[in-house]
Nanobody
Framework: VQLVESGGGLVQPGGSLRLSCVAS????????MNWYRQVSGKERELVARISITGSSTNYVDSVKGRFTISRDNARNTVYLQMNYLKPEDTAVYYCNVRMGEYDYWGQGTQVTVSS
């Protein structure tokens, strides 16, 4: 199982970024997929979750209306579209899949929101 995130970077407040998570070693169509984020010294926070079919999504309150999680099962890829970014969105963003009792993580991608 491998998850590889990309798309992070430095953006000004109010800007947008699109994160991608390419999965290999398994088929994402069988699993709900998640995006987490972590600020140094703080616990990892669940940002968004998408169901197996994509028909159901959930977001932490602080990103509702600004972030959108989506999936392309044919490409084995999950996305996180982030709009109207704020400095408090600055963090390392991780893609995650839970298989039974095991959690798998990517290496993370840094998002920095600053003027």
């Amino acid at each position: 199982v491998q998850l590889v995130e990309s798309g992070g970077g430095l953006v000004q407040p109010g800007g947008s970024l699109r994160l991608s998570c390419v999965a290999s070693g398994f088929t994402i169509s069988r699993y709900a997929m998640n995006w987490y984020r972590q600020v140094s010294g703080k616990e990892r926070e669940l940002v968004a979750r998408i169901s197996i079919t994509g028909s159901s999504t959930n977001y932490v309150d602080s990103v509702k209306g600004r972030f959108t999680i989506s999936r392309d099962n044919a490409r084995n890829t999950v996305y996180l579209q982030m709009n109207y970014l704020k400095p408090e969105d600055t963090a390392v963003y991780y893609c995650n899949v839970r298989m039974g009792e095991y959690d798998y993580w990517g290496q993370g991608t840094q998002v920095t929101v600053s003027s």
